[in-house]
């Protein structure tokens, strides 16, 4: 295969990918998670089913690699960022993220999602403050919870905090409530985890 052909077939793979993604992300917001099937998706992006298996074993699937591309995509984002800034993780790339794709989120993050998205959500978050919190070498205070709980507390701080926001119309800019997500984080974190 040439150089040619071979980036052909990546733009279409990408561009199919694209459209099962953003048929997924309107369906789900119209339909909500649990009733969404394969067929609806395939319909609304116009692709043949056999296309959409040649992709996602199922829409778990789909929901699976999408969680993984916008994991990517703010983890790489927020180490640029926490790099020039040397500062702890911070949630902004991802709160623009989902200001952009607000009604996906209000519906994944409510009871008409999934709960598997949620627990993703959540063991994403806590595995970026995890790979933070070992950069710093800790001093165990006494009579402190263990840091395995105060990251756990802190991915739990930052669904209840991103899900007030989702249902608030996010009446404040991402900048804002990822001030506040810090500030909550810290408080949670204590003395050991802060930089």
Known sequence: MTQKSETTEDLRVLRTRKLLQQAFIELTVE????????RDITKRAMINRSTFYRHYLDKYDLLEQYMNEIYEL???QAFLAEKQEATSPSPLNLLKH????ADFYRVMLSAKGDPYFMQRFRQNTEKRFRSFSTQIPAQPEPDA???DLRLI???YAGIGATTW????EQSCPPEQLARWMSQLSSAIAGPSLKP
């Open 31 to 38: 339909k909500g998670f649990a009733t969404l099937t394969v």
């Open 165 to 168: 926001w989702l249902e608030q």
């Open 145 to 147: 919870p263990p840091i």
């Open 74 to 76: 703010t983890e790489d």
């Open 98 to 101: 989902i200001q952009q794709y």
């Open 153 to 155: 507390c802190i991915a």
